[in-house]
């Protein structure tokens, strides 16, 4: 009764092998994605650390323009200006 049932059961075990090399693959495969992905993500939170390194620069500038008296700023442009000309 046995010798009906072994081809079939070493089919089956021929095709679990088949299988557990495949899901072995597909795993491999996904931790080499979630180290992509981890990688990726510290590529974006420093981007966005500089982004806001620049954005904090910018408003600090912005703040010391927004000092100047109306009155330099204008003589500055003015000169700017002329400069402008000259060249």
Do not use: C, H
């Amino acid at each position: 009764m046995l010798k009906k049932w072994f081809p079939q059961m070493e089919n089956f075990s021929g095709q679990l092998k088949k299988y557990k090399v495949t899901i072995n693959d597909l795993l491999a495969e996904n931790k080499k994605l979630e180290a992509r992905a981890k990688a990726s993500e510290k590529g974006k939170m420093k981007d966005t650390m500089e982004w806001a390194k620049l954005k904090s620069e910018l408003d600090d500038m912005k703040r010391l323009v927004d000092r100047i008296p109306p009155e330099i700023l204008a003589e500055l442009k003015r000169q700017q200006r002329q400069y402008g000309k000259e060249r």
